[in-house]
């Protein structure tokens, strides 16, 4: 992507609680990461934040990018209410694909951890790229449909 693209990564660890409930975080892979470039031509394109960012900024953050791929399916869900379109490594089995099916045709940009491999990656981020304009209309007409779904369900409970 950076040789093909320009592309810059910005990687965002979600998770950083030392101790979270299931006694992971994404600090120490999201480093790995980023260590793995050190030293090498793509360094300079690689930025990582270990900030303890709230939702709110995280979601700021992800609504400049020009897409996201995420494992973490709120990471993906706040870049997608912002209309900016996300690949969702799924590892949650049918989670993902359940709730991204409100989305129109989204189930494209989904990859199942288990089946990820370089080429389906790739394959999925150039379809990003070349269909980018269509899904971020579509992401707006879906996030207005939604909203006003929500609206409508929360005033049924009041």
Not at 127 to 146: G, R, T, Y
Request: glycine share 4%.
């Amino acid at each position: 992507c950076i040789d093909n693209y320009k592309a810059i990564i910005h990687i965002f660890p979600q998770v950083s609680a030392e101790l979270s409930h299931t006694g992971h975080n994404d600090i120490k892979i999201s480093r790995e990461i980023r260590d793995g470039f050190i030293g090498t031509k793509y360094e300079k394109y690689i930025y990582f934040y270990d900030e303890d960012w709230t939702p709110t900024q995280l979601k700021s953050l992800y609504s400049q990018m020009e897409f996201l791929i995420g494992t973490r399916l709120h990471s993906v869900i706040f870049t997608l209410s912002t209309s900016t379109p996300a690949i969702n490594i799924a590892y949650h089995g049918t989670k993902s694909l359940g709730i991204l099916s409100a989305l129109t045709d989204y189930d494209k940009y989904v990859i199942d951890i288990n089946d990820i491999n370089f080429d389906k990656l790739l394959k999925t981020i150039k379809l990003i790229i070349k269909n980018k304009n269509l899904i971020i209309q579509k992401l707006k007409e879906d996030n207005i449909k939604i909203k006003s779904d929500l609206l409508i369900a929360m005033k049924d409970v009041y």
